[in-house]
């Protein structure tokens, strides 16, 4: 298992270094995190409070399904982690990466009073997982953002459960959550949503609805 | 061969590298091609489904006129394979370049019930191969955007027949195709077109025309 | 003492480095400095009129509290170091930023009849020091440019001494001042502010809200 | 001379990728020289047509007042030579920038009526050379684009005369021209005219005045 942990926690620190070089992770914001082991659930996670952009190999987190930090490492883990946790076992994923961006920002409040936000049309919706042509439409649900992350933890399970479909959510003036199967496609997913988000964005603002 | 071949697909590598990090071929979209041999066609192109940020020399496919992938790769070309064909024929084209970015999916969307977009009276179309000057009006056609590509591909060929002079077109929301004698005037175009989009949906904005 | 500085100097130089990127600083705009020496004040300090972009650790002043360069370079410190010797008595400081982006250029002006711009509501503010949750309301003070930077240094005195709260400051037309315990609080706080600023604006943008 | 011209193209091939990556020389657009000799002139320049994220100092041409390449490069001047020279030699300048970027391109459509582009009260406006204080108002000279290199170098004679403190001037849908007394003041200048056209779109959008 070490070996693997080692080669994920590698990975993770060239993702976050690259969305944190395209403004994604600013400000010790957002957290990355991969599975490692499903049996006895092991994640491998950034740490709570660390700069993306200056991110070590040896900082990334061993935690347990209950959060518990199983390496050796001091760092405390994210108060984020029980989403994480509570992604990778009712998707069944690889991978949840979670990133603050200026437009989810800006759209997760926008679109808040509906719930979440529609993507239809784009030829980039082919590249999320299972989806196999552009006129796709994807709902992103949206959730109100909490400092009670059990609760929220709760929350996103009940949202995922009702959009069996989603490939990822909003929180509200806060950011966004998406998975895959492995790093690579949790990666690509993040491209595609946060293309997507910056597309629509720039959209109104071009004809002008406000 | 085989030398080129190997020098053509370090060169596509390092392309893709530099687009991706514009945001011009996020979440896997997009790919470019070069001929290597034109007499029976050989076209180099990058795989479908990868990270153009994290691509690799050895990943490149060489594939023929049918699309089948003759070199030792067990890669999958990518669908659009018929459009780079189809150009590279149709155009004597040395390089065929597809970028996704989020201007050109915006204007390819706006304008389409125009049937393509006009540039005209930018010093920056002087790049463009064979213009000689800012008076020069350029017609981005646009066609709408279809999971059948070899249907696509009929039209491409269709539209290319018609605007003999056009540099490029545009998929509606999805991208820009545009192509060079090599692939320093493919690039050079992209560079060129991606520039002139952004202006003109800029100029948009700034003038308060939705 | 001699470590610490030059250890402090690398660390600046990266990250004016990093900030120069993004367009925080161009031009020889901005300065940053961090305390070496607490009891007789000792900072090092950006020089004056350096490209951040190409800035040398050798480069980099010791000051005192006098703004008298103490170390054995020959360059001068800039005009804006009493700012940065006032924030760092007056907060307890151990390192002063200060840059000048476009967004920080324009809302410090737009908001500049109002003394300053509240932001409120965002997940992002919890990365500010001893913020807990997104609930928080931060003022960010906007005080006139002046070139009589002793005089200014006055009123950023006050403005400190006012807004006790505060996590930086914003120049009219001039820029962002924040502050840390340390170089990596002061880093995370110009990211953090900056991504509000762009966010606010752009929301503003979005909403046709003139 | 011999290291001096190497040391300057070294300098060259730097600043133009730097310039490149921001987005500012795309597509083989824009030049860059520097003054080598100026009793009988001579002057280190970009060639015409090359890409300038990929330039290699031994494509750097030298140059002599009448345009005639006088080092043992094969490659061809850039048509705006006659404007550089221009400005080298009524400026006393050490190096002259020319950059491509959307705001200068789209500023200098919006303001070409009036003649020019009024810049004031910026603390940014300091980083010109001479400037003293933000109550500075700098006047952009903006000129029609004409593919007539040498009429166009007349012309802005004439400008550079009428405006004796401009640090710059823009052409019409086509981009800046600004200089320094070295190549160091040349790109300070080009980043400081940059963010402010860049500001100046950004507000105009911001406050809603198409």
Redesign the interface.
């Given at each position: 298992m070490s070996q693997s942990f080692e080669l994920i926690a590698a990975q993770l620190v060239s993702i976050a270094d690259?969305f944190h070089r395209?403004?994604w992770l600013?400000?010790?914001?957002g957290n990355l995190s991969a599975v490692v082991e499903r049996e006895s659930l092991h994640l491998a996670m950034t740490p709570s409070g660390v700069?993306k952009?200056a991110l070590l190999a040896d900082q990334i987190l061993l935690i347990d399904e209950q959060k518990r930090v199983i390496s050796n490492h001091q760092a405390k883990p994210s108060d984020e982690a029980p989403l994480h946790i509570r992604i990778v076992k009712q998707r069944s994923a690889g991978a949840v990466f979670h990133t603050?961006s200026?437009w989810s920002?800006?759209l997760s409040?926008?679109h808040a009073r509906d719930g979440g936000l529609a993507v239809e049309?784009?030829?980039?919706l082919k590249?999320l997982a299972g989806v196999?042509?552009?006129?796709h439409r994807e709902w992103l649900p949206i959730l109100e953002?909490s400092?009670n992350l059990e609760q929220l933890a709760g929350k996103v399970g009940e949202a995922l459960n009702e959009h069996v479909n989603a490939h990822g959510f909003l929180?509200r003036?806060?950011?966004l959550y998406t998975w895959g199967k492995d790093l690579?496609e949790a990666?690509?997913?993040v491209?595609?949503i946060?293309?997507l988000l910056?597309?629509i964005?720039?959209?109104?603002?071009?004809?002008?609805?406000?």
């Amino acid at each position: 298992m070490s070996q693997s942990f080692e080669l994920i926690a590698a990975q993770l620190v060239s993702i976050a270094d690259g969305f944190h070089r395209r403004g994604w992770l600013l400000g010790t914001s957002g957290n990355l995190s991969a599975v490692v082991e499903r049996e006895s659930l092991h994640l491998a996670m950034t740490p709570s409070g660390v700069d993306k952009g200056a991110l070590l190999a040896d900082q990334i987190l061993l935690i347990d399904e209950q959060k518990r930090v199983i390496s050796n490492h001091q760092a405390k883990p994210s108060d984020e982690a029980p989403l994480h946790i509570r992604i990778v076992k009712q998707r069944s994923a690889g991978a949840v990466f979670h990133t603050h961006s200026v437009w989810s920002t800006m759209l997760s409040d926008l679109h808040a009073r509906d719930g979440g936000l529609a993507v239809e049309g784009y030829e980039m919706l082919k590249g999320l997982a299972g989806v196999r042509t552009h006129e796709h439409r994807e709902w992103l649900p949206i959730l109100e953002n909490s400092q009670n992350l059990e609760q929220l933890a709760g929350k996103v399970g009940e949202a995922l459960n009702e959009h069996v479909n989603a490939h990822g959510f909003l929180l509200r003036r806060h950011g966004l959550y998406t998975w895959g199967k492995d790093l690579a496609e949790a990666k690509r997913q993040v491209e595609i949503i946060e293309f997507l988000l910056e597309t629509i964005g720039r959209t109104r603002m071009l004809s002008g609805k406000g």
